[in-house]
Nanobody, 119 residues
Framework: QVQLVESGGDSVQAGGSLKLSCAVSGPFWTICEMGWHRQAPGKERELVFGTRNDDGNIRYSDSVKGRFTISQDNTKKTLYLQMNSLKSEDTAVYFC????????????WGQGTQVSVSS
């Protein structure tokens, strides 16, 4: 069973930066894609950044293009989300997720970490 634990959420002012971390435990080799999602109050959960372990393909939301980057340390089994130039609309609960190889959707989720950006 894969388990995901996020950390790094905080309250910052617009224009600031945060780095989220997602520690992965369990059979990491069964995971083909990892990603960061977010859910703002009253809105649906959306994919922010996704990265495939098998072919390195990366996908992301246009709303974070040029401001957020995703990285992964396979030795530490940790996924990161570097968020720069934060905006008030980035305020949300951020979730780390993992998709098993062959799965059609993300099937492991962390508990979420709150990011609040004040203007």
């Amino acid at each position: 069973q894969v388990q995901l634990v996020e950390s790094g959420g905080d309250s910052v002012q617009a224009g600031g930066s945060l780095k989220l971390s997602c520690a992965v435990s369990g059979p990491f080799w069964t995971i083909c894609e990892m990603g960061w999602h977010r859910q703002a109050p009253g809105k649906e959960r959306e994919l922010v950044f996704g990265t495939r372990n098998d072919d390195g393909n990366i996908r992301y939301s246009d709303s974070v293009k040029g401001r957020f980057t995703i990285s992964q340390d396979n030795t530490k089994k940790t996924l990161y989300l570097q968020m720069n130039s934060l905006k008030s609309e980035d305020t949300a609960v951020y979730f780390c997720a993992a998709k098993r190889c062959g799965a059609v959707s993300f099937d492991y989720w962390g508990q979420g970490t709150q990011v609040s950006v004040s203007s």
